[in-house]
Every structure is written in structure tokens, then in C-alpha cells.
């Protein structure tokens, strides 16, 4: 895949109960937001979720989210049947993605990976009339990563705010 990804986001974390996590992480001294979110077709109000080729509306996960270290941590409890559900069964609970910040326009990204795959991103989501809109790309194989690209966050969540090499890679709200 052409696609550069020059700076990391987020990692993403499945768990098996995330409010056990979440105590776990306060624990060791690390401040939760968002602890209530959950991923489904109403909260956060994705418009189209689609996973595998699938438009998903239900719930299908309980996230919670924290930022240190420059990049935000994603702690995702599955609770529907879906890629995440079938990762915790198959591999039990650990990181699952990592987000990353492109050199490439969304779209291209997108471009590159069908090329390059023959296939669909793995997960897209695409929320708020467009103002949020995320795929997942799995290039196991490739790079031993999934990785989870953005067009656009969530309004309202915070922007993580770092440089690469005198770069602005924020994400922006």
C-alpha cells in the first residue's frame, strides 16, 4: 500500500468488561473521558456503520476513552457479534488498532487500500452528516497492524495536540 502514516493516534484496546477496565486504568493514576460512550448506530450518531459490508445499527461496543503519552488509548467492549466480538474470542483482550494520521487525503487512502487489497476497508463509519467518518484497514499481513484512518473525528472530542517533524498532525475538532 502507497499510503505513508507518519504519526500514530490512537491505540485501541478490546476488553472484556469496560468498566473493569476502566477502574483498572484509574488505578494506575490514568483520568478516563467520554467513560459513557458507546459505539452503535445512535451513540455516537453514526448515520451508517458498516462492518464487513454490513450497515450495522445496534449496539455493538462500550467504549471508554483516555489521552497520555501524546495519543489517545480506546478501550472497546464488544457486545454485539462483530469483528471486535470474533477478536476478543479468538485472541482475548489486548490492542486491536492503532489509529494513525495519513499523508494522503481520506479518500486516496481509501483508493490505495482497495488497489492494493481488492477489498473494502474492513469497518467504516460515517456519522453527523459527514463530519465523522473513520475506516478501519487491515493490513495484518502486511505491516501486522490495523489500522484506523480518518476524514473526520467526532465533533466535541478533544484534538490531540502533537507535531511530526514540524508538522501540525493534530486532529482538529
Not at 43 to 55: H, K, R, S
Request: hydrophobic share 35%; charged share 30%.
Amino acid at each position: 500500500m502507497a499510503t505513508k502514516f507518519p504519526a500514530l493516534l490512537q491505540i485501541g484496546i478490546i476488553v472484556r468488561d469496560r468498566d473493569k477496565a476502566v477502574e483498572n486504568w484509574k488505578k494506575l493514576g490514568f483520568e478516563m473521558r467520554e467513560p459513557d460512550s458507546c459505539m452503535s448506530g445512535e451513540n455516537p450518531p453514526l448515520t451508517d456503520l458498516t462492518i464487513d459490508g454490513e450497515n450495522r445499527q445496534e449496539l455493538i461496543s462500550k467504549t471508554a476513552f483516555f489521552n497520555c503519552y501524546g495519543m489517545e488509548f480506546e478501550l472497546i467492549e464488544p457486545v454485539a457479534d462483530t469483528p471486535y466480538k470474533r477478536w476478543l474470542d479468538e485472541h482475548g483482550p489486548g490492542i486491536h488498532h492503532i489509529a494513525v494520521i495519513t499523508e494522503d487525503g481520506y479518500d486516496d487512502v481509501l483508493k490505495n487500500y482497495k488497489d492494493a487489497k481488492g477489498t473494502e476497508p474492513w469497518i467504516r463509519g460515517v456519522g453527523m452528516n459527514g463530519l465523522m467518518d473513520f475506516s478501519y484497514l487491515d493490513l495484518r499481513e502486511e505491516l501486522g497492524i490495523i489500522a484506523e484512518c480518518y476524514r473526520n473525528i467526532q465533533p466535541g472530542r478533544r484534538g490531540i495536540k502533537y507535531e511530526y517533524e514540524g508538522i501540525d498532525a493534530s486532529v482538529k475538532e
